[in-house]
């Protein structure tokens, strides 16, 4: 079958913090045959920017896709400093610790946030902007560049609890939580956003089925994949008591790329909670020109797990 051209392609940036859901976010984006990937910033989060950047490097070279540009972004959140990631969802070195064999190539010169900039205005009025992580880079490429409310034509964001409970603390969920004031900035930019929160993500779950079936087939990325879903599915039993993988990440590209859709949509303005013990806390209220409307994914009636595991059998 011919591959379709690069120009009729959907335009992606993806910015994350690599990360195992972002991982298995990244399979699904380059798995998608209509998707141009067009280049990715970190930003601190699951593991520092830095050590994301790593990840992403040497995960690319894994599915064989030196081409995309990787870029290092936001190390500390607007206010105050990176608090360490989360080494007991994602390993010390943000994939699970599995050793990756090194990418042969470094990063971009540019930084994550200059080079998301740059894309947007290369595709201006086409580019999709997918953040998995937290949201200080399109905080601070906003700042930077106003336009880019306009440059952007989508962001689907994962992030938030919007009706459900955060994951970080009661209140907040881990993307929101550890930058609120970017979330804050972003969410209310008036530019059209779609929410992917906790309140669906936990619905849908890859299940240890999936992990042999990755592991079985083989190849170099699939196999890194499994052993990293190890730690995440170990933190989900200890957690949740069941061995299974939430689908924060890889619900978000999904839904950018038209692989899964949206069953409920509620269009709600969306403020974020600064102080006290409700900080990162992302709540709906009336859409206004303070809080614009933005899309909050809540339900997905299509099969999301086996989605994506059809497409990470295809790498
Ligand atoms: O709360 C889940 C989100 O936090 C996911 O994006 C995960 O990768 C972490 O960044
Ligand atoms: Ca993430």
Redesign the pocket.
């Known amino acids: 079958m011919p591959k379709p051209p690069e120009s009729s392609k959907l335009p992606v940036w993806f910015d ?7 991982t298995l ?1 990244l399979g699904q984006l380059v798995a998608q045959p209509d998707t141009h990937l067009v280049g990715i910033s970190t930003v601190s ?2 593991t520092s920017a830095a050590q994301a950047a790593q990840n992403t490097l040497d995960l690319l070279a894994l599915l064989g896709r030196d081409d995309v540009p990787v870029a290092v972004g936001a190390h500390d959140p607007l206010v105050g400093v990176y608090a360490g990631g ?1 080494p007991h ?2 390993g010390g070195n943000g994939v699970g610790d599995v050793e990756l064999p090194r990418a042969t190539r470094t990063v971009e010169s540019a930084n994550g946030v200059e080079a998301l900039i740059g894309a947007a205005r290369a595709h201006a009025g086409e580019l999709h902007l997918v953040a ?3 949201l200080t880079n399109l905080a601070l490429a906003l700042r930077e560049e106003p336009e880019l409310r306009t440059l952007v034509s989508h962001v689907t964001i ?2 938030g609890a919007v009706w459900a409970l955060g ?2 603390t009661e209140h907040a ?3 929101i939580g ?1 930058d609120a004031e970017a979330a804050r900035i972003v969410l209310t930019a008036g530019w059209p956003i779609t929410l992917v929160p ?1 309140d669906v ?1 936990m619905t849908h779950f890859l299940e240890v089925e999936a992990q042999a079936a990755l592991a079985a087939r083989g190849g170099d990325f699939r196999t890194a994949l499994a052993g990293m879903l190890d730690c995440y599915l170990g933190f989900h039993e200890t957690r949740y008591g069941k061995r299974v993988s ?1 689908l ?2 890889p619900m ?1 590209t999904m839904l950018a790329t038209g692989t899964v859709k949206a069953s409920t949509l509620q269009s709600v303005g969306i403020d974020v909670a600064l102080e006290g013990e409700t900080r990162g806390r992302t709540v709906a209220v009336e859409p206004s020109p303070q809080h614009p409307a933005v899309a909050v994914v809540t339900a997905i009636e299509d099969p999301v797990a086996d989605r994506l595991l059809e497409a990470l059998l295809t790498l």
């Open positions: 994350c913090d690599t990360g195992i859901d972002d976010a989060g699951n989360a969802v994602h998995v992580g937290p994962m992030g994951n970080i969920e881990a993307n550890n906790l993500t939430a924060h990440d978000a």
